[in-house]
């Protein structure tokens, strides 16, 4: 039978004005049975490769081939190209080809699955659409929000100015008072209570001078004080020493710690396997790596209560964890007043603290005030301490400033950025340029010497 029908394919294709070489209608013969054999073992792209070998082979295409090769396409479910086939098999005078009725049907099939794929693509493209104008609009919104949001933060930092004046002439009126007292004590009580102010560094500088302690000094690889001359006056035996802080001074022999006075006399054993310096009138100290309490000059222990961990004090304050590895913040009371409910915390910088909370196996962070009210959610990646009001954060790989409302000043859009320095400026990086930015956030270059306003 195939022997048969092919006998047609080429008696039709010798009246046609091409008449093929012997030989070629033999490979066309060969090449068909093979076509027929690989469409009966769903061979399909192998049954298009040989149909298109025998169309070349005779100059023309027939009935029969054309109805090998919508069956395949079909198969494959590619629509588009059974249509084409189909076109050309009733294009070719199929006659009372025995496939007619079957290539009807497949034409039919074939019509009705491009015009469902047409409808799904036109829908989708109008879904697609529809998408990104909804994208659209809500990256204009959130602009329009990040834009506000910078916008009321500057008021408020405008506003604020006059209240930051305000604080500013008390603490000097507070520093005249403590310079009149004229006592160690008055000074360390003025740098407790504006740890962050204007006048703290002048008033640290000024009572080291006027009451000097020892400065430590290595001699023969151990560690001991020198007095203002340069006189030895506390022998040199510790492994490890910190300067004096609070008239104490942290000293450690092999893996211990312990402190000593400005005479050179052990008044908190050397015991304890990690020690911090003394703040606020405390120390972290740790008997074992599991367990921290805070201890007094006397060595006495505050509030007779441990921790997992522990911060040293800051502005007040101090980080503890408790035991299920979550941190909070106590007062020199002891008093828990920032309840333990962040994985990671910094010290507290300018009334403001940097909290971690982990979340999906990542840390994101925020900053909480000396109350425990969120300033920030927990969007960043990096938060800094603050300095003047600002601090810097990083979003999304990128880092920008925010102020002490928890404002942005600046979108996150640079590599990295600088510490403000003593000129209020911080190198930011964006590209290949580096440009000076303000606490405001505005760009500046020095050229010649002169700051000169500059875009991004």
Not at 33 to 62: H, M, R
Not at 210 to 235: E, H
Request: proline share 2%; aromatic share 12%.
């Amino acid at each position: 039978m195939k022997k048969l029908i092919f006998s047609m394919i080429l008696a039709s294709s010798m009246t046609s004005s091409f008449a093929a070489p012997a030989n070629n209608e033999a490979r066309a013969q060969s090449l068909y049975f093979q076509a027929v054999e690989e469409l009966d073992q769903n061979n399909y792209k192998a049954v298009l490769s040989k149909v298109a070998e025998i169309t070349k082979l005779l100059g023309t295409t027939k009935p029969r081939l054309c109805y090998l090769a919508a069956k395949a396409q079909y198969a494959q479910q590619d629509y588009a190209a059974t249509q084409a086939a189909c076109k050309d098999y009733f294009a070719s005078n199929p006659l009372q080809d025995a496939g007619y009725d079957e290539m009807k049907e497949m034409a039919a099939v074939a019509a009705s699955e491009l015009d469902a794929q047409y409808r799904r693509q036109r829908e989708d493209a109008e879904a697609r659409k529809s998408a990104e104008a909804e994208k659209a609009r809500q990256e204009q919104e959130e602009a329009a929000a990040f834009a506000k949001r910078m916008k009321d933060g500057a008021d408020r930092r405008a506003q604020d100015v006059e209240l930051q004046k305000m604080r500013e002439e008390r603490e000097a009126a507070e520093y005249k008072k403590t310079q009149d007292a004229n006592t160690k004590s008055a000074y360390q009580d003025f740098i407790y209570k504006f740890p962050s102010g204007k006048l703290a560094a002048e008033a640290k500088a000024e009572m080291l001078r006027k009451w000097p302690s020892p400065t430590r000094a290595l001699k023969n690889n151990k560690y001991g004080y020198v007095d203002k001359s340069g006189k030895m006056i506390i022998k040199a035996a510790y492994d490890n020493a910190s300067e004096f802080n609070e008239g104490v001074a942290r000293v450690g022999k092999g893996s211990r710690y312990g402190f000593i006075n400005e005479e050179g006399k052990v008044v908190i054993p050397i015991n304890y396997v990690s020690a911090s310096n003394f703040s606020y009138g405390y120390a972290v100290v740790k008997p074992d790596v599991n367990t921290a309490f805070f201890i007094d000059k006397s060595g006495a222990v505050l509030d007779e209560t441990s921790f997992k961990d522990a911060k040293s004090f800051s502005e007040g304050l101090a980080a503890v964890q408790d035991e299920y590895y979550m941190y909070g913040f106590i007062n020199t009371s002891g008093r828990v007043v920032i309840e333990n409910k962040f994985n990671d915390v910094s010290w507290f910088h300018e009334g403001i603290a940097a909290v971690g909370k982990s979340e999906g196996g990542k840390m994101l962070y925020g900053y909480v005030d000396k109350t425990g009210a969120m300033l920030t959610d927990f969007e960043f990646q990096e938060a800094k301490d603050f300095q003047n009001g600002v601090a810097r954060v990083k979003k999304d790989g990128k880092f920008g400033l925010i102020d002490k409302f928890g404002c942005p000043i600046t979108k996150c859009e640079f590599d990295r950025i600088s510490d403000f320095g003593a000129d209020g400026l911080a190198v930011a990086k964006k590209g290949s340029f580096d440009v000076l930015l303000d606490v405001e956030g505005r760009p500046w270059a020095r050229v010649n010497g002169k700051l000169i306003k500059v875009k991004l």
